[in-house]
T-cell receptor
Framework: AQSVSQHNHHVILSEAASLELGCNYS??????LFWYVQYPGQHLQLLLK??????LVKGIKGFEAEFIKSKFSFNLRKPSVQWSDTAEYFC????????????FGPGTRLSVLP | DGGITQSPKYLFRKEGQNVTLSCEQN?????MYWYRQDPGQGLRLIYY???????QKGDIAEGYSVSREKKESFPLTVTSAQKNPTAFYLC?????????????FGQGTRLTVV
């Protein structure tokens, strides 16, 4: 079965630092990839998504992610984080080859210090 | 506004009681999903439904039941057989399982067994 791993459980950064959150999935093939964010007390929101085409995708709030098929990875990046980016970030995969629904990673909690 | 409504936001249950969580969507989506969110484990799929009157077990279906009698509604019952029901429950929907689209989420229901 498809599985998703996220490299860090909790990341702590100062404002203006650069961010990279790792995400790897276990099986290749036809996949759609997503990053969702959950701000404290709020529902899950889509940050960005990859279906096909340019492997570098840009999302909301200055976030971007790069799909590297050979590494089964979809890492999330932001050049300069803000205090308001404090949230939990989830990577997700929708794997059509295995007929599975959205499979989520365990999440990475980001704390940005002012 | 279109969206997914989960109710109630907070729910308390005594041990040994069944409880039903509501999920309604007005997005005209065919597919609906129930996830359970626990700290450090991400979102785990409980049940999903691709079409009215049809549903499938997810990864952690034991102790849960669902119905899909109407397109817009996908209620989840947490039965007394669920050993550890205290968690945050999220409902999601997509236009259809095989379409390139993201999942849309409700605000969640936090269930606590007392």
């Amino acid at each position: 079965a498809q599985s998703v791993s996220q490299h860090n459980h909790h990341v702590i950064l100062s404002e203006a630092a650069s961010l990279e959150l790792g995400c790897n999935y276990s099986y290749g093939g036809t996949v759609n990839l997503f990053w969702y964010v959950q701000y404290p007390g709020q529902h899950l929101q889509l940050l960005l998504k990859y279906f096909s085409g340019d492997p570098l995708v840009k999302g909301i709030k200055g976030f971007e992610a790069e799909f590297i098929k050979s590494k089964f990875s979809f890492n999330l990046r932001k050049p300069s984080v803000q205090w308001s980016d404090t949230a939990e970030y989830f990577c997700a995969v929708n794997d059509y080859d295995y007929g599975q629904n959205f499979v989520f990673g365990p999440g990475t909690r980001l704390s940005v210090l002012p | 506004d279109g969206g997914i409504t989960q109710s109630p936001k907070y729910l308390f249950r005594k041990e040994g009681q069944n409880v039903t969580l509501s999920c309604e969507q007005n997005l005209n989506h065919d597919a609906m999903y129930w996830y359970r969110q626990d700290p450090g484990q991400g979102l785990r799929l409980i049940y999903y439904s691709q079409i009215v009157n049809d549903f499938q077990k997810g990864d952690i279906a034991e102790g849960y039941s669902v119905s899909r009698e109407k397109k817009e509604s996908f209620p989840l019952t947490v039965t007394s057989a669920q050993k550890n029901p205290t968690a945050f429950y999220l409902c999601a929907s997509t236009p259809g399982q095989l379409m390139n689209t993201e999942a849309f989420f409700g605000q969640g229901t936090r269930l606590t067994v007392v």
